[in-house]
């Protein structure tokens, strides 16, 4: 105790929360209570800890508990930086996963313009338009600081934009998007992204076959824990023989799959052109 007489108990603080130390005391100048407060004190040997502190002030008293708790955040900052390990690795892996998704992408579509025979070509395009929805979703979680969920409003308009983007020399096709924006899990987005890719390409195609312009809408909504996504379209309509449930096609047959992934529905409504909606639960 000798060694602190003469001194203020300031001159023990450490340096980086000296700052915040003088705050609290301003706040207990004004009778204001201090439920919980950190900084870290010198001792003796030289070595800094924790101390916790809770004050009230009492007129020109001040009544404080305080209590070491530097083994507590020795721990929190062992667990900050596994969490940053551990961030840094899955950015690594979404990197590389995004890249290897370009590279199958490019050969996919080198393939293609070299194939002559129609339906190869067709198939092989369509590959690479479903790699490409899945690349665009690796690309955004690559950006994000959340690896395992994102809105839909920041992925679904960039599938559907891409695709529009590669039917634009054909038909004026005017394509309305009303995405809500809401939280989805990755193992739910990758799914949707590609139904709604097969979706929106099946229209591109056929739809307007033989026409000069038509209208698209693509919207998505949750309400409750129910999403709805509607593709829309004033088109020439899918042809009564065409039944989500029961088609051989592999677009439709993989739309169905991956419908009963996501534990949902998806049904056909035709008049006007065609509307498909995709329900499933959050």
Not at 17 to 30: C, H
Request: with cysteine; proline share 2%.
């Amino acid at each position: 105790m000798d060694d602190l007489v003469g001194h203020s108990f300031l001159e023990l603080v450490h340096p980086d929360d000296l700052e915040g130390t003088l705050a609290a005391l301003t706040r207990l100048k004004s009778q204001e209570e201090i439920l919980s407060f950190e900084n870290r004190y010198r001792c003796k040997s030289g070595e800094y800890r924790w101390i916790e502190w809770r004050s009230r002030p009492d007129g020109d008293l001040v009544y404080a508990v305080a209590r070491d708790v530097t083994e507590r955040k020795s721990a929190e900052e062992k667990v900050g930086a596994l969490l940053a390990e551990k961030e840094m690795l899955l950015r690594e892996v979404h990197h590389r996963i995004k890249n290897n998704m370009n590279t199958i992408r490019s050969l996919l579509v080198l393939q293609a313009e070299t194939v002559n025979d129609t339906v190869a070509k067709v198939a092989l395009e369509d590959a690479s338009n479903r790699v490409w929805s899945m690349t665009a979703l690796y690309e955004r979680l690559y950006q994000a600081q959340d690896f395992m969920e994102m809105s839909v409003k920041d992925y679904l308009p960039v599938v559907i934009e891409q695709i529009v983007e590669n039917f634009s020399g054909k038909a004026r096709i005017d394509v309305k998007i009303n995405i809500d924006d809401f939280i989805l899990h990755t193992k739910q987005l990758q799914p949707l992204g590609i139904i709604v890719n097969e979706l929106t390409t099946n229209i591109m195609k056929y739809a307007f076959s033989g026409r000069s312009e038509g209208v698209v809408e693509i919207s998505a909504i949750l309400a409750g824990n129910l999403v709805t996504v509607e593709v829309k379209d004033d088109g020439n309509g899918i042809p009564e023989s065409v039944d989500s449930e029961n088609s051989t096609g592999f677009g439709l047959t993989l739309v169905r799959a991956l419908t009963q992934q996501l534990h949902g529905t998806i049904s056909i409504m035709r008049g006007n052109g065609t509307k498909l909606i995709l329900r499933f639960p959050r």
